[in-house]
């Protein structure tokens, strides 16, 4: 029968062996330590674990991150609060949302504020807190619509393949919504199935626009069926209203 130092140096070739190297170089470290003999079975057991599983949740949060198109950003939801530049309504709605529940609810919620007021902020930074739990994809909206009517023009079953994924994310971001005007029929439709579709299936979307919602059908074509449909899906739940604050 292996024991001592010959039965730790096999434990540590299989860990690593299994793909577990923070296991096994904890592992290692430990039993060279004066405290190992000391130390009971569920404290030796959670040592081993816990660096190979930051590790993993770690990794997993990046993929997350990259694939949400948000890698590298630096926003951060604490950030988000009343100051001396700005104000976010209803009071206290940051605090409401940070929960996350709303994606865990399907709920959606529309940004909206002047240029630079931290629309893109306030959702960049809640799709960042989201990946801890969730799959996201932030978009700026006009390039989004662009890329899938091509799509759905040149290859309809990579367009299919495409809108299915956009319909599983947990949370899809639309920033910059209605920034220009939406002159193409075929974007309002996809627009529009995209958020009917999500609603539908209880997924959370949300949209950062600079204008009122009153103004959108100005936006889409004047097509007031279209406005009404798209805003009562974005506006549903919770609208956030950034005001920015002028100091003397």
């Given amino acids: 029968m292996v024991?001592?130092?010959n039965l730790m140096n096999t434990l540590v070739d299989e860990l690593n062996d299994l793909g577990l190297p923070n296991m096994a170089a904890t592992l290692d470290t430990l039993y060279r330590s004066e405290k190992f003999l000391n130390m009971d079975?569920?404290?030796l057991i959670s040592e081993l674990i816990e660096p190979e599983y930051r590790e993993k949740i770690s990794k997993?949060?990046?993929?997350?991150?990259k694939g949400s198109r948000l890698i590298g950003c630096p926003q951060e939801l604490s950030k988000c609060i009343d100051s001396n530049n700005r104000e976010y309504l209803p009071s206290g709605i940051t605090d409401v949302i940070s929960s996350m529940d709303f994606i865990l609810n399907g709920l959606?919620?529309?940004i909206l504020g002047p240029s630079d007021s931290g629309k893109s902020y306030l959702a960049k930074a809640?799709?960042?807190?989201?990946?801890?739990?969730?799959k996201v994809e932030y978009h700026h909206c006009e390039t989004f619509l662009e890329e899938m009517v091509a799509l759905k023009l040149n290859d309809y079953h990579k367009y299919q393949r495409k809108a299915k994924k956009q319909l599983n994310l947990d949370l899809l971001i639309l920033d910059d919504f209605l920034l220009h005007t939406i002159t193409d029929e075929r974007e309002v439709k996809v627009l529009f199935e995209i958020l009917e579709k999500r609603s539908e299936l209880s997924k959370s979307t949300i949209?950062?626009?600079q204008r009122e919602p009153k103004s959108w059908a100005s936006m889409i074509m004047n097509d007031e069926v279209?406005?009404?449909a798209i805003m009562k899906r974005a506006t549903r739940h919770y609208t956030i209203v950034i005001n920015t604050k002028t100091t003397d």
């Fill in 108 to 110: 959606n919620i529309c």
């Fill in 126 to 134: 809640l799709g960042i807190r989201a990946c801890d739990n969730y």
């Fill in 207 to 209: 949209i950062c626009s």
């Fill in 41 to 43: 079975h569920l404290t």
């Fill in 226 to 228: 279209s406005f009404n």
């Fill in 60 to 65: 997993r949060i990046n993929n997350r991150l």
């Fill in 3 to 5: 024991t001592g130092i």
